[in-house]
């Protein structure tokens, strides 16, 4: 009940035509950036943040939260017409949507993706409402060594749960925290690694880092093999967008799976949307009758994945608001804006910020509905938008970057570490080295610190701390398992395939 | 790409141990609570330098044909990084004292014809509006304090 009156309490401030607004533009700009092949989601939040700056904090999440649930429907926009993954987590849509598209059911692929994507997004806020309030009370019990394990089992499952290189992501975290290090020493007012450089002495910026690698870097890396695309040219009706019955009946179970899966990953630091999708899409094989189908053109292909990586955004919003721990790059960059906005995330913003809190739950309602439509109705819009040429769309982003990150501090040196991330992220891309850990740590550094050293004072300097007491021993044998459990299946793979080779 | 791999596990140790020699100037103890400044990066430092060493070890230790065979594709690629790079490295050094403006229109015109732009009347006219739109929307709009550079004097933000 208390809930409901919470929900409703948001919905007015969520409802007001200023809110309103921000979270079209927002799911709007969501939608182009996540169809835009080259921009991730976090790359557009990046360069788009200091847009909101003159916002109200509410505001300017709803806008971002409206942006991040956006940028998971436009991927499949791509995916399905030019087989290019708008994102990462639109991947999987590539196999069958577009060979549905080759088949001549470009709008029904559009279509089942647009209502799984809007039945998923709304079940996971539905989700998010009732698990953030039972975790809050209990993360209302959590002290400094606690909240150091959970920061440390956050990295530790990004780095093991990111993908590719375990060695690399760890890489990326290590180098994510030393970056956060430079500046004035929060408890002892010293100046630590500014190497003499005075704009060194506030400290890096995480938005400096956020843009620089996803957004410069992204921008470099296009540079090197420039993407022609090519649509499948099938004019698209809204009449042919919703589903019959029988594509009814072969989604409705997809659907569901791939919200539960997607919703479940999603609150994991680090697996976030694309390994959902992955997910998805091989427990729906598993499940189907005519697995034979996947990858030609099965609507279940689809469904499962879309829906998993859209409910994605609701779970990766639990750990964001009620434990103050991003997942994902896109939530840092979010619990960055947050801070920036003087706003604590944590347990104790539902106490002390309950009309955020909740006005940006409530938009994700909306948003979801006005996402709904407008991945419905629009699609021929987004279609001629897609075809902005990449040599006005890079410049652009380049500008928007440089502009967006001196606007900040008003700082040119703000600028020069621009260039020196950006430069970092295109070598970061050029060794498949994940980008999220480094922005992730960046974020969470100074956290981590502060909870390690008042721990330590409380422990006058004894490391038992974190062992005795339960919730922060099983946190970080979770972190432990996170890091090892990627090394110990690849051992298994090896000598599973030695025994098949014998 | 084997090569690239072992020069980047070996710039990243070294520059752990420069961290590492850093932090060790600045009060590291961790007795009775005391924590110091330097605690932190010395000891990421020492996670830095062992992970970076396993990278340059796994680098030696792998046989080639496990790696892509270039660092750059093909050329032309690098060609083109390198004068996005070129160019940006420019507009960041002119940005005091020629101006934002002028700084992101050198960016405009350095980056189109990268990306495949020819037509070098749309390359001007984008390199002009663009900075012409950021000054209204960042400068007169926002409020940005933008530097302005030579402009200063015929482009006012208040």
Same mark, same amino acid.
């Given at each position: 009940?208390?809930?409901?009156?919470?929900?409703?309490?948001?919905?007015?401030?969520?409802?007001?035509?200023?809110?309103? *607004?921000?979270?079209?533009?927002?799911?709007? =700009?969501?939608?182009?950036?996540?169809?835009?092949?080259?921009?991730?989601?976090?790359?557009?939040?990046?360069?788009?943040?200091?847009?909101?700056?003159?916002?109200?904090?509410?505001?300017?999440?709803?806008?971002?939260?409206?942006?991040?649930?956006?940028?998971?429907?436009?991927?499949?926009?791509?995916?399905?017409?030019?087989?290019?993954?708008?994102?990462?987590?639109?991947?999987?849509?590539?196999?069958?949507?577009?060979?549905?598209?080759?088949?001549?059911?470009?709008?029904?692929?559009?279509?089942?993706?647009?209502?799984?994507?809007?039945?998923?997004?709304?079940?996971?806020?539905?989700?998010?409402?009732?698990?953030?309030?039972?975790?809050?009370?209990?993360?209302?019990?959590?002290?400094?060594?606690?909240?150091?394990?959970?920061? *440390?089992?956050?990295?530790?499952?990004? =780095?093991?749960?990111?993908?590719?290189?375990?060695?690399?992501?760890?890489?990326?975290?290590?180098?994510?925290?030393?970056?956060?290090?430079?500046?004035?020493?929060?408890?002892?007012?010293?100046?630590?690694?500014?190497?003499?450089?005075?704009?060194?002495?506030?400290?890096?910026?995480?938005?400096?880092?956020?843009?620089?690698?996803?957004?410069?870097?992204?921008?470099?890396?296009?540079?090197?093999?420039?993407?022609?695309?090519?649509?499948?040219?099938?004019?698209?009706?809204?009449?042919?967008?919703?589903?019959?019955?029988?594509?009814?009946?072969?989604?409705?179970?997809?659907?569901?799976?791939?919200?539960?899966?997607?919703?479940?990953?999603?609150?994991?630091?680090?697996?976030?949307?694309?390994?959902?999708?992955?997910?998805?899409?091989?427990?729906?094989?598993?499940?189907?009758?005519?697995?034979?189908?996947?990858?030609?053109?099965?609507?279940?292909?689809?469904?499962?994945?879309?829906?998993?990586?859209? =409910?994605?955004?609701?779970?990766?919003?639990?750990?964001?608001?009620?434990?103050?721990?991003?997942?994902?790059?896109?939530?840092?960059?979010?619990?960055?804006?947050?801070?920036?906005?003087?706003?604590?995330?944590?347990?104790?913003?539902?106490?002390?910020?309950?009309?955020?809190?909740?006005?940006?739950?409530?938009?994700?309602?909306?948003?979801?509905?006005?996402?709904?439509?407008?991945?419905?109705?629009?699609?021929?819009?987004?279609?001629?938008?897609?075809?902005?040429?990449? =040599? *006005?769309?890079?410049?652009?982003?380049?500008?928007?970057?440089?502009?967006?990150?001196?606007?900040?501090?008003?700082?040119?040196?703000?600028?020069?570490?621009?260039?020196?991330?950006?430069?970092?992220?295109?070598?970061?891309?050029?060794?498949?080295?994940?980008?999220?850990?480094?922005?992730?740590?960046?974020?969470?550094?100074?956290?981590?610190?502060?909870?390690?050293?008042?721990?330590?004072?409380?422990?006058?300097?004894?490391?038992?701390?974190?062992?005795?007491?339960?919730?922060?021993?099983?946190?970080?044998?979770?972190?432990?398992?996170?890091?090892?459990?990627?090394?110990?299946?690849?051992?298994?793979?090896?000598?599973?395939?030695?025994?098949?080779?014998? | 790409?084997?090569?690239?791999?072992?020069?980047?596990?070996?710039?990243?140790?070294?520059?752990?141990?420069?961290?590492?020699?850093?932090?060790?100037?600045?009060?590291?103890?961790?007795?009775?609570?005391?924590?110091?400044?330097?605690?932190?990066?010395?000891?990421?430092?020492?996670?830095?330098?062992?992970?970076?060493?396993?990278?340059?070890?796994?680098?030696?230790?792998?046989?080639?044909?496990?790696?892509?065979?270039?660092?750059?594709?093909?050329?032309?690629?690098?060609?083109?990084?390198?004068?996005?790079?070129?160019?940006?490295?420019?507009?960041?050094?002119?940005?005091?004292?020629?101006?934002?403006?002028?700084?992101?229109?050198?960016?405009?015109?350095?980056?189109?014809?990268?990306?495949?732009?020819?037509?070098?009347?749309?390359?001007?006219?984008?390199?002009?509006?663009?900075?012409?739109?950021?000054?209204?929307?960042?400068?007169?709009?926002?409020?940005?304090?933008?530097?302005?550079?030579?402009?200063?004097?015929?482009?006012?933000?208040?």
């Amino acid at each position: 009940m208390e809930t409901l009156q919470q929900l409703m309490m948001g919905f007015q401030i969520a409802i007001t035509p200023i809110n309103l *607004l921000l979270c079209f533009l927002g799911a709007l =700009a969501g939608t182009i950036i996540g169809a835009l092949p080259g921009i991730g989601p976090s790359a557009g939040l990046a360069i788009l943040l200091p847009l909101t700056f003159s916002m109200n904090p509410t505001s300017a999440m709803i806008m971002m939260a409206g942006l991040y649930c956006g940028s998971m429907y436009g991927g499949t926009i791509t995916s399905v017409l030019i087989n290019v993954p708008g994102e990462s987590s639109s991947v999987m849509t590539c196999l069958d949507g577009y060979q549905m598209a080759l088949q001549g059911r470009a709008g029904k692929a559009l279509g089942i993706a647009a209502i799984g994507s809007f039945i998923a997004g709304t079940a996971s806020v539905v989700f998010l409402m009732l698990l953030s309030i039972p975790l809050v009370k209990f993360a209302l019990s959590f002290g400094p060594p606690e909240y150091f394990a959970l920061m *440390l089992m956050g990295l530790c499952t990004i =780095a093991g749960l990111t993908g590719g290189s375990v060695l690399k992501a760890l890489l990326g975290t290590f180098l994510g925290l030393l970056i956060s290090t430079p500046g004035m020493d929060a408890f002892s007012g010293l100046p630590r690694l500014t190497f003499g450089l005075t704009g060194l002495l506030g400290g890096v910026d995480f938005l400096v880092v956020a843009v620089g690698l996803f957004g410069i870097g992204e921008v470099l890396f296009n540079a090197e093999q420039i993407m022609k695309m090519e649509f499948v040219t099938e004019k698209i009706r809204i009449k042919e967008v919703w589903p019959n019955r029988a594509e009814w009946r072969a989604s409705a179970m997809p659907i569901t799976r791939g919200t539960i899966i997607g919703f479940l990953v999603g609150v994991l630091p680090g697996a976030g949307a694309t390994i959902a999708s992955f997910i998805s899409y091989a427990a729906e094989k598993r499940f189907s009758k005519h697995p034979e189908q996947f990858g030609k053109g099965a609507i279940e292909g689809v469904a499962g994945p879309e829906s998993a990586n859209n =409910a994605s955004t609701g779970g990766a919003m639990v750990p964001l608001l009620t434990l103050g721990i991003p997942g994902s790059g896109t939530t840092a960059i979010m619990l960055g804006a947050l801070m920036m906005f003087g706003l604590q995330p944590g347990p104790l913003l539902f106490q002390k910020n309950p009309d955020f809190v909740w006005g940006v739950i409530a938009s994700m309602y909306i948003g979801n509905i006005m996402l709904l439509v407008m991945n419905i109705a629009c699609i021929p819009l987004f279609v001629k938008i897609l075809k902005i040429p990449n =040599a *006005l769309l890079f410049p652009l982003i380049i500008v928007f970057a440089t502009v967006g990150v001196y606007s900040v501090d008003g700082n040119i040196f703000d600028v020069w570490m621009l260039y020196v991330f950006g430069v970092m992220g295109y070598f970061m891309k050029k060794f498949d080295m994940p980008p999220a850990p480094v922005v992730l740590s960046v974020v969470l550094g100074p956290m981590i610190e502060r909870a390690l050293r008042q721990s330590l004072t409380m422990s006058l300097g004894s490391y038992d701390i974190f062992f005795t007491r339960p919730i922060s021993a099983v946190l970080l044998l979770l972190g432990l398992a996170a890091v090892l459990w990627p090394v110990i299946d690849m051992v298994r793979q090896r000598r599973r395939a030695r025994t098949g080779s014998r | 790409m084997k090569r690239a791999e072992q020069v980047l596990g070996a710039v990243l140790l070294l520059f752990a141990i420069y961290i590492g020699y850093e932090s060790t100037l600045i009060e590291t103890g961790a007795d009775f609570g005391k924590v110091g400044a330097g605690f932190m990066p010395f000891w990421l430092s020492v996670g830095l330098g062992i992970t970076s060493a396993a990278l340059l070890g796994r680098a030696v230790a792998l046989p080639a044909d496990r790696y892509p065979p270039a660092f750059f594709p093909d050329r032309a690629g690098g060609m083109r990084v390198f004068w996005v790079f070129a160019g940006y490295l420019l507009a960041v050094v002119v940005m005091k004292p020629l101006g934002m403006m002028i700084s992101l229109a050198m960016i405009m015109a350095a980056a189109m014809p990268v990306f495949g732009s020819r037509n070098w009347k749309i390359i001007v006219f984008t390199s002009i509006a663009t900075p012409v739109c950021v000054y209204v929307v960042f400068g007169l709009w926002l409020k940005v304090d933008l530097p302005m550079g030579i402009l200063e004097n015929v482009l006012s933000i208040y």
